[in-house]
């Protein structure tokens, strides 16, 4: 497969904001010294033998690198994988740390792999390497966010709202109120949450215009799942923000497509091909608007699929759950795609495709389908 980008749960550093810009927003004073949290001492000697290449790929070992270098190597590759969507850059990533003797970690090392832990799904061995970096560091609130983001990925709301207290406590502003309006959004008011939140965007001319960023992806997620009209205008001015980022063009695209607007999302998809999500979300506009390039695409998808899982490298069942259902017409075997994405995923977006996957099936989801939920059908 080509490549892929996560396209479930809230906008955290895996769907959303580059984590570099991250870093900038939650440890400004740390940046100048590249660390990835609060400082951590990490002796000279602490080296491993590795150089990048300029582009982005690990090269045959010719200088010294110390481990907090090593961590900036390993953030290379993240925002690579989120700028490409392809998972490529994680396994290199992973071999990076593998370099460095265990012995020699730090709460940054835990940290940079939780991350790259949360980009495999692999949710749970994220979540170990994050009780690590806390344990060290409590006042970490790069590592709080990322277990808010993984808590909501995985519908775990006790979790995400208590990751949210912690983010509140030691770094209070726009981004806990963001987590804070947007756990309150699955609770009885949640238009109510989403019009708080939207006055506090509104009213913090002085927050760093990162936080503003992760507060707008957060409305966005937020409308659309609650299927709210302004939905559509919070994407667009998300996109308009940082027109490169994957996560948020195929959300916005999915979301009209929901509104039955496959035209634009010709447009907005084209040249994006190679992005596996986007060129599933681009394969159902085509094949909806009767466009003559909508076989072409159709047969490149499944070819991707095919060699993916002959690589062993599919990671993303929503996209060929959605491809299945959506373009090929396939209800069963997108069915059982979608429920062993549920298993993993348990997102918005996850939850409504499961559904829809059901009931074209004709089998039970499993859920507790609501008025809203039937809605989708």
């Known amino acids: 497969m ?3 980008v ?12 580059p984590l570099s810009l991250l870093m900038v927003l939650l440890f400004p004073f740390a940046v100048a010294a590249a660390s990835m949290g609060p400082s951590v001492s990490i002796p000279a000697t ?3 033998i590795l150089q990048m290449e300029e582009s982005g790929q690990a090269a045959p070992a010719q200088a010294v690198m110390s481990a907090e270098d090593l961590v900036n190597q390993v953030r290379i590759h993240i925002e690579h994988s989120r700028a490409t969507g392809s998972p490529r850059p994680l396994g290199l990533a992973q071999g ?19 991350t790259v832990l949360q980009r495999l799904h692999r949710f749970d061995e994220a979540e ?17 966010l990322t277990r808010y983001s993984i808590a909501l990925v995985r519908d775990d709301l006790e979790t995400a709202d208590r990751a949210c207290q912690y983010l509140r406590q030691y770094r209070p502003g726009l981004l806990a109120e963001s987590c804070t309006q947007e756990v309150a959004s699955y609770a009885e008011q949640p238009e109510q949450a989403v019009s708080k939140l939207s006055r506090a965007l509104g009213t913090a001319s002085g927050a760093h215009p990162v936080e ?20 559509g205008t919070y994407w667009q001015q998300s996109l308009l923000q940082d027109p490169d980022d994957l996560y948020r063009r195929a959300r916005y695209a999915d979301w009209l497509l929901d509104q039955r607007d496959p035209e634009t999302v010709v447009k907005i998809t084209q040249g994006y091909e190679p992005i596996d999500t986007l060129a599933v979300l681009r394969a159902i ?17 499944e070819q991707r699929f095919a060699e993916a899982r002959w690589r ?8 060929y759950a959605r491809f299945m259902l959506d373009v090929k017409n396939e209800p069963d075997a997108a069915f059982i795609a979608a429920r062993e994405n549920w298993k993993t995923q348990r997102a918005a977006p996850d939850r409504e495709l499961l559904i829809r996957a059901a009931a074209a099936a004709g089998q039970p989801s499993g859920l507790n389908v609501s008025s809203d939920d039937e809605d989708m059908l």
Do not use: I
């Not at 990076?96 to 939780?114: I, K």
């Open 2 to 4: 080509t490549s892929s």
């Open 6 to 17: 996560s396209h479930k749960g809230g906008p955290g550093l895996c769907p959303g904001l």
């Open 46 to 48: 602490d080296a491993v």
């Open 96 to 114: 990076l740390l593998e370099r460095l003797p265990q012995a020699q970690w730090t709460g940054d090392v835990y940290l940079m792999r939780a």
């Open 128 to 144: 170990a390497d994050l009780n690590r970096v806390l344990q060290q560091q409590p006042d970490n609130a790069q590592a709080w």
């Open 212 to 231: 503003r960023d992760y507060a707008l992806v957060t409305l966005a997620v937020m409308a659309s799942r609650l299927h709210l009209p302004e939905a």
């Open 285 to 301: 506009a085509l094949k909806r608007t009767g466009h003559p390039d909508a076989n072409v695409l159709s047969e490149d998808l």
């Open 312 to 319: 062993g490298e599919f990671l993303h069942q929503w996209e």
